[in-house]
C-alpha cells in the first residue's frame, strides 16, 4: 500500500531501495538509451576520423595526380617545341640545298663559259703560230 501511494505520487523504489521520481522501468530504459547515445557518439566520432583519414588520402592523390599532370603538358609542350624546332630547321636546309644548287649552276655555267674561252684562245695561238 505505501508503495502504491508513493507510485501515485510519483516517486519509486529502485533494486537498491533508493527513492526514484521515475518508474524502473522508464529509469531502465532511460540508462540503456544512454548507453546507445554514448556508442552511437563514439561510432560517428571513428566515422568522422576515417573520413577525415579518407579525406586526406584523396587530397594527396589529387596532388600527385596534379603534379603528373603538369608533367604530361610539360612533356607535350616539349614535344611540339621540338617539332617545330625540327621543322625550321628542315626548312632551313632545305633553302641552303636551293642556295648551293643555285651557287653550282652559276659555277658551272661559270665553268662553261671558261672552257669556251679557253678554247678559243687555243685556236687563237694555233693560228699565230701556224702563221709564223
Do not use: W, Y
Request: glycine share 4%; aromatic share 4%; proline share 1%.
Amino acid at each position: 500500500m505505501a508503495d502504491e501511494a508513493l507510485a501515485r505520487a510519483g516517486l519509486h523504489f529502485d533494486e537498491l531501495n533508493k527513492i526514484r521520481v521515475l518508474e524502473p522501468d522508464v529509469a531502465q530504459q532511460t540508462k540503456e538509451l544512454k548507453e546507445e547515445c554514448k556508442e552511437f557518439v563514439d561510432k560517428i566520432g571513428d566515422f568522422q576520423k576515417i573520413v577525415g583519414t579518407f579525406i586526406v588520402m584523396v587530397d594527396t592523390v589529387a596532388k600527385e595526380v596534379e603534379k603528373e599532370k603538369m608533367k604530361a603538358i610539360g612533356a607535350r609542350n616539349m614535344l611540339k617545341s621540338i617539332a617545330k624546332q625540327r621543322e625550321a630547321e628542315q626548312q632551313q636546309l632545305q633553302a641552303l640545298i636551293t642556295e648551293k644548287r643555285m651557287q653550282m649552276e652559276r659555277l658551272r655555267i661559270q665553268h662553261d663559259a671558261l672552257l669556251k674561252e679557253e678554247s678559243g684562245q687555243s685556236e687563237f695561238i694555233e693560228q699565230l703560230v701556224l702563221q709564223k
